[in-house]
């Protein structure tokens, strides 16, 4: 018998394409790991979820099968993880867990790029942040960069973020990269650093 708490857990899987199980486990806020081991193997066990290791040294990433999909009646293709952009996601729910703790914020008012790019429709695919938020009464844009990109895509993510959201945050360990955003700042309001080894220490807490 599925619970609740089941359907949030296939949730929160599907709005970030992947989890780890630590994810799930602060995010779904199972009491510990073993609780949330438990109820992730039911959900393995019942065909609803698929784990999967895809890089050496990482844990497993839960995915949704097409059970699991049915289940939500969500899109039924499977999601495509991309190996180069595994690192980058998991820092981006790390980083949802920790503005979730810093602003008090509830998980449903967070929209992830996933959910973002399914808003826009069947378009011109355009740049989306990696998630945003409201908090009292601004609008917040959140990026993870790990590497530097070039110039010209870079200042066209900023000015776009400008445009649409009162603050946005670049979360980076990336000297290169924060240089870049300071010498953004007289030109673009709003731009805040986050350093990302404070978000993932936090994380770990």
Not at 16 to 31: D, E, I, P, T
Not at 109 to 128: A, N, T
Request: hydrophobic share 35%.
């Amino acid at each position: 018998m599925l619970t609740q708490r089941d359907y949030f857990v296939l949730r929160i899987v599907h709005k970030f394409r992947f989890c780890l199980g630590r994810h799930l486990q602060v995010l779904a806020g199972f009491s510990g790991q073993r609780a949330t081991d438990r109820r992730l193997l039911l959900l393995l066990e019942g065909g609803y979820l698929r784990r999967k290791k895809y890089l050496y040294g990482l844990p497993y990433l839960y995915t949704l099968t097409h059970k699991g999909r049915l289940l939500l009646a969500v899109n039924k293709r499977a999601e495509t993880i991309r190996v180069d952009r595994i690192t980058h996601d998991i820092n981006v729910v790390e980083a949802v867990i920790f503005y979730i703790d810093k602003y008090k914020l509830h998980l449903e008012e967070i929209e992830s790029e996933k959910e973002l790019h399914i808003k826009d429709g069947f378009g011109k695919r355009q740049h989306q942040p990696d998630f945003v938020f409201t908090h009292e009464g601004n609008k917040y844009a959140v990026e993870i960069e790990l590497n530097l990109k070039s110039k010209d895509t870079h200042e066209k993510n900023v000015k776009a973020n400008y445009l649409n959201y009162d603050i946005q945050i670049w979360v980076t360990d990336d000297k290169k990269v924060r240089e870049r955003l300071q010498g953004f700042m007289n030109a673009y309001g709003g731009i805040e650093i986050q350093d990302l080894k404070g978000v993932k220490d936090h994380v770990r807490i």
